[in-house]
Nanobody, 116 residues
């Protein structure tokens, strides 16, 4: 079983920055991709950004140029640096892990609120 623990959410003013962290633990049969998704009230969960084991990254158009995804040295940690935050970035952010054995795991989510 895989556990994902997110941290780093909070309240920030428009234009501000936050850094989210996600650490994976447990029995993982080879991490393929880790990433971040978000869900705003009344909306469907959407992809924010992903990074593969080889370092390839993918971003939603709405966050390109503002958010940067990276992985830790141990490869079981993923970060999301969020700059120039906008009110429309307000959502619960979820960490997701997929393994080479088709395991899919989600974190519990961390709230990001962008408001003045």
């Amino acid at each position: 079983q895989v556990q994902l623990v997110e941290s780093g959410g909070g309240l920030v003013q428009p234009g501000g920055s936050l850094r989210l962290s996600c650490a994976a633990s447990g029995t993982i049969f080879g991490i393929n991709t880790m990433g971040w998704y978000r869900q705003a009230p009344g909306k469907q969960r959407e992809l924010v950004s992903t990074i593969t084991s080889g370092g390839s990254t993918n971003y939603a158009d709405s966050v390109k140029g503002r958010f940067t995804i990276s992985r830790g040295t141990a490869k079981n940690t993923v970060y999301l640096q969020m700059n120039s935050l906008k009110p429309e970035d307000t959502a619960v952010y979820f960490c997701r892990l997929s393994s080479f054995s088709a395991q899919i795991s989600w974190g519990q989510g961390t709230q990001v609120t962008v408001s003045s």
